[in-house]
């Protein structure tokens, strides 16, 4: 469940650029051929209702009605109670408590004659209770899926978005960036990282950690009283008012390894500055690679918002190569073998016209990963 | 496979799906409602959507489009075959073709994917979410232990929140103090929601940056989850010394807790339990608090979700049994004080039932 700070702000995210973001699917749901959108929540897959309401839930689920103009229907199963909750982080939308979402937005379809085809976001994937509630509730609709046609509309991060994300990157380099060598144990470590965050303001953080990495680069999510050893690395992917990033660090606390970590890091910053918009990610970490010919590359992986998910995986070293579009954001992901020493690392990028570009300044993340490395 | 606790419960769903005459048994799974998965696959799934197939001859496939849960799943060694799969549909269709024509029992039905629960195709799906609910009620010996553990830390986890409340700090910053323990601490999860102030406060949420000030409520449930199994506490707590009216107020509160952890016991429905805590608020004309507009429910199971079933309310008709754990716990609105929140865990015993938490049932006062 989300419980980090929870709260609309509209400085951060004017009502205008949510306006605007609807219009702008609306217009491509028109171009479609489709009446109305239909749009699942949860907090698993709540990216696509965040893009467009600034509400994302924090238990229980939800359906958002984007209809083909005007503001969209919010029909959620969380209570009445909640009600002042839910308006404070969802501005602009009609919200309809009731314990079948569906059945409400059926109702709204069926009600409006002129709605025949109705778009659903990742049809496949929605839940089979809200599916036969929204078919049993309309008359002479049909239901289609419409996923290509909400992420062509929402592919490019606008400006506000880019703050965002640019925020929760601080928050997250900020948390990383503190030295804590006299934590021996790794439950202690992540929970001092997650005060952090959530102290800041977070909403929302999901830690993992190696403890090892001699013995394995694994993550492992709640790794209690284990103790931490000399060559570690933490992962944290966490979110500022919806908007998600992940980075993964190494830390070391001995002569040897922070030899690796400082020779990788200076081939990570190197190999950032050469990656270029418009061909495959992966073909251009393997050339990369070149400038440091002791080491294997065991993974990489991509992932962005296009949909649903707020961190979902675009491209990857076991499926397909990322060609990002410009605009975009990209979690970068790499795991290598240097001498044997596994490295890992993951940050965010922002696909440019002609090349990508750190989310946030990488001068830090360089400063970050060697001065946490006190012995 | 070390996990003493998942064997005896793929064991327990093995013994019913042969009862049922079913070849396999599908389970979904997402950070939200993850019990069902959690039951099967004896992994946690977080940032996505998870399936896991248990088979009659005892193979327990898993299923994740996270790489991150995929990830974390293989580091928990507990005897299944883990995998990830950016599509995840593709993925379990693919396993379900090849399992041929089988009998198959699913759940929760109502959340399975539509693709998957479609009669459109060869693989036919049966929801078997009541079978799998009831064996989710009912707690062995080590499932309650492990219920026991978590409800110790949801005692430690309320004195942590006591200590982190004091005029001027956020709503978040609680928060933060609350979950730095429970990770240290190698809790795995907490369901927890919060609300700071006066009548105004209808009801718990997430923190919304609200400051606590003297003569505030600050009202808190957490749910600490301890080896996959969730214990629950609610209490609430003034900043200064309150007020005639709060104390007055909370005393309902805390007889109709009373009232409905005294009506817990074999054979008691969920129904009884809460009309117990109800007609406590009747007498004090505050039914009209007890109804859906001002709350939702009047405690509720715990297990491998933090608000499993069954719902205590009184339409709710399911008996209660030895073994089964719930909260009984009154929360609601009250247009004097706001709304106010007190809940132990308890489980049911052979004679009545044994209370988990131990924090005393007070109106908690912190210095303002």
Not at chain 2, 203 to 227: F, H, N, Q
Request: charged letters at 20%.
């Amino acid at each position: 469940m989300r419980h980090g700070l929870m709260r609309w702000d509209p400085k951060a995210l004017p009502a205008a650029v949510l306006e605007q973001r609807t219009v702008r699917l609306q217009s491509a749901l028109r171009a479609a051929q489709f009446d109305a959108l239909v749009i699942y929540t949860n907090i698993v897959r709540p990216a696509a209702v965040t893009y467009l309401t600034a509400f994302t839930p924090y238990w229980s689920d939800a359906l958002l009605l984007v209809p083909r103009e005007g503001p969209p229907v919010f029909a959620t199963a969380l209570s009445k109670r909640v009600a002042n909750w839910i308006r404070s982080t969802n501005p602009l939308s009609e919200i309809v408590h009731s314990p079948k979402p569906g059945v409400v937005i059926g109702e709204r379809l069926r009600a409006d004659g002129s709605v025949h085809r109705v778009g659903v976001l990742e049809y496949d994937m929605l839940p089979e209770g809200i599916a036969e509630d929204l078919a049993g509730a309309v008359s002479d609709v049909t239901f289609a899926d419409a996923t290509k046609v909400f992420t062509s509309a929402r592919s490019a991060i606008d400006t506000y978005e880019a703050r965002l994300l640019s925020h929760a990157d601080r928050l997250v380099m900020s948390a990383l960036g503190q030295e804590r060598p006299a934590i021996c144990q790794a439950g202690e470590l992540l929970g001092e990282i997650e005060y952090d965050l959530r102290c800041a303001g977070a909403e929302e953080t999901y830690l993992s950690i190696a403890t090892d990495l001699h013995k394995g680069s694994q993550l492992q999510r709640n790794p209690g009283a284990r103790p931490v050893g000399a060559y570690f690395a933490v992962s944290v992917a966490a979110a500022w008012k919806g908007s998600w990033v992940r980075r993964t660090r190494c830390f070391a606390r001995n002569a040897a390894e922070l030899r690796v970590v400082s020779e990788c890091d200076t081939w990570w910053h190197g190999a950032l500055q050469s990656f270029y918009s418009g061909s495959g990610i992966g073909q251009q970490i393997n050339l990369a690679l070149a400038a440091l010919p002791r080491a294997s590359l065991r993974y990489w992986a991509v992932e962005g918002c296009r949909a649903s998910y707020p961190l979902e995986v675009l491209g990857s070293s076991s499926s397909t190569d990322f060609i990002g579009c410009p605009g975009s954001i990209a979690m970068l992901s790499v795991g290598l073998d240097l001498d044997q020493t596994p490295w890992v690392v993951a940050a965010p990028f922002i696909v440019g016209d002609d090349r990508w570009y750190p989310l946030t300044g990488d001068t830090q993340d360089r400063t970050t990963a060697s001065g946490a490395a006190q012995p | 496979m070390s996990d003493p606790l998942l064997l005896e419960r793929r064991a327990a769903l093995g013994d019913a799906m042969a009862a049922a005459a079913l070849d396999s048994f599908l389970v979904y799974g997402n950070a939200w409602q993850g019990d069902y998965f959690r039951y099967v696959a004896g992994v946690r799934v977080l940032e996505g959507q998870g399936v896991a197939v248990l088979r009659n001859d005892g193979e327990v496939r898993v299923y994740l489009d996270s790489v991150a849960d995929a990830e974390a799943g293989k580091a928990e060694a507990n005897g299944a075959e883990i995998t990830y799969a950016p599509n995840l549909l593709e993925a379990v269709t693919t396993e379900l073709y090849k399992a041929g024509n089988q009998r198959i029992g699913a759940a929760p039905f109502r959340l399975l994917p539509r693709r998957l629960a479609a009669r459109d195709h060869a693989i036919t799906l049966t929801d078997q979410t009541a079978l799998l609910d009831r064996l989710l009620m009912m707690k062995s010996p080590l499932e309650s232990a492990a219920i026991r553990r978590a409800a110790v830390l949801a005692d430690a986890g309320y004195e942590v929140f006591r200590s982190a409340v004091r005029p001027g700090r956020l709503d978040y910053e609680i928060v933060a103090e609350v979950e730095r323990f429970y990770r240290t601490s190698g809790v795995e999860d907490n369901f927890m929601i919060i609300g700071v102030g006066g009548p105004e406060v209808r009801g718990m949420a997430p923190p919304s940056g609200k400051r606590a000030k003297a003569r505030d409520m600050v009202i808190t449930e957490l749910t600490p989850c301890v080896d996959g199994y969730y214990a629950q506490i609610c209490r609430t707590l003034v900043v200064g010394e309150p007020s005639d009216v709060q104390r007055r107020v909370f005393a309902i509160y805390r007889d109709a807790m009373e009232a409905g952890i005294a009506a817990v016991r074999p054979g008691a429905t969920a129904a009884d339990i809460a009309r117990a805590e109800n007609d406590v608020f009747l007498e004090h004309d505050l039914g009209i608090y007890v109804t859906s507009e001002y709350t939702r429910v009047r405690g509720h199971g715990l297990g491998l979700f933090p608000d499993s079933k069954p719902h205590i309310l009184e339409d709710v008709s399911t008996m209660m049994e030895p073994g089964m754990s719930l909260i009984v716990h009154p929360n609601t609105y009250n247009p004097e004080v706001g709304y106010v929140v007190l809940g132990d865990t308890v489980e049911v015993t052979e004679s009545g039932c044994d209370v988990l938490c131990n924090t005393p049932r007070e109106l908690f006062s912190v210095p303002a």
